[in-house]
Structures are given as C-alpha cells and as structure tokens.
C-alpha cells in the first residue's frame, strides 16, 4: 500500500510542477512548426519537441528501472489462488 500511494504522489507532484511548464513549450513548439515560419524558428521547435520527449522518455526508464524490483516483487505476493501462510504454522 505504501508503494501504491507513494507512486501516487510522485506522479501527482510531477504532473502538478512539470504540467504546467511544458504546455507553455509545446504550445510555443507547434506554433513554430506552422509553414508560414521561418528555418529557424521551424528548427527551434523542432529541437524543443525533441528535448521535451528526450526528458520524459529519460524519466520514465529511470522510474522503471529504479522500481521494476519492488513493483515485481509486489505482484508475486499477489498471486491469484495462493494460500495464505501463518508464521509458526505447519503446512
């Protein structure tokens, strides 16, 4: 349950901090990518679109590999059809 919640608040805090930030630089990016703009502003968002998706994709591996064991170790006390086992008990 920790874990569960923990996560939740992790993500709810970046979503909360981060969010905001980078709607303002997608926006500003895809309204450079409009024909009418010049190479370089096409370049720009360009280079923002890819550092934006560079960042998330860099967060999400880190966040997986850092949890991958915990969240794996988490479902096998989670079987379906498994009975439960007493400390101290026979059986």
Do not use: K
Request: hydrophobic share 50%.
């Amino acid at each position: 349950m920790v874990l569960v919640l923990g996560t939740v608040l992790c993500l709810a805090a970046a979503f909360a901090v981060t969010l905001p930030a980078d709607l303002g630089l997608l926006t500003g990016a895809l309204r450079s990518l409009y024909p009418e703009r010049t190479a370089g502003s096409l370049c720009d968002g360009i280079v923002v679109l890819a550092v934006l998706e560079f960042g998330h994709t860099l967060w999400a591996v880190t966040w997986w590999r850092r949890r991958r064991a915990r969240l794996r170790g988490a479902e096998a006390g989670f079987r379906f059809g498994a009975t439960a086992r007493v400390p101290g008990s026979r059986g």
